[in-house]
């Protein structure tokens, strides 16, 4: 069992930035995928951003790229999510994630095995 806490989430208007972060409880951390999705009612969550445990490897949804970096940091176990150029339709609450799968299959099956809380960003146009 692994817990995510994430924190950064708020309002801010288009064009601006907001950094999320998602510090984890494993301890075994570096050995993991981490990913950020996001989820607006009534739709699907949907992939946003994926890393892997040596932070070398990064995916990202065709919406976010250029826009969106995912970092990590494993002697602090936690994983961000830094967002730039923020447009209205980034509007959601944003889930991080861990994964046993690697990042290019987190992308490719829009899969996360834990769950943080989620967190509310609001883009305000």
């Known amino acids: 069992q692994v817990q995510l806490v994430e924190s950064g989430g708020g309002l801010v208007q288009a064009g601006g930035s907001l950094r999320l972060s998602c510090a984890a409880s494993r301890r075994t951390f570096s050995s993991y995928s981490m990913g950020w999705f996001r989820q607006v009612p009534g739709k699907d969550r949907e992939f946003v951003a994926s890393i892997s445990g040596d932070g070398d490897t990064t995916y990202y949804t065709d919406s976010v790229k250029g826009r969106f970096t995912i970092s990590r940091d494993n002697a602090k176990n936690t994983v961000y999510l830094q967002m730039n150029s923020l447009k209205s339709e980034d509007t959601s609450v944003y889930y991080c994630?861990?994964?046993?799968?690697?990042?290019?299959?987190?992308?490719?099956?829009?899969?996360?095995?834990?769950w943080g809380q989620g967190t509310q960003v609001t883009v305000s146009s």
């Open positions: 994630a861990v994964s046993a799968v690697n990042a290019h299959k987190m992308r490719e099956q829009q899969r996360g095995d834990y």
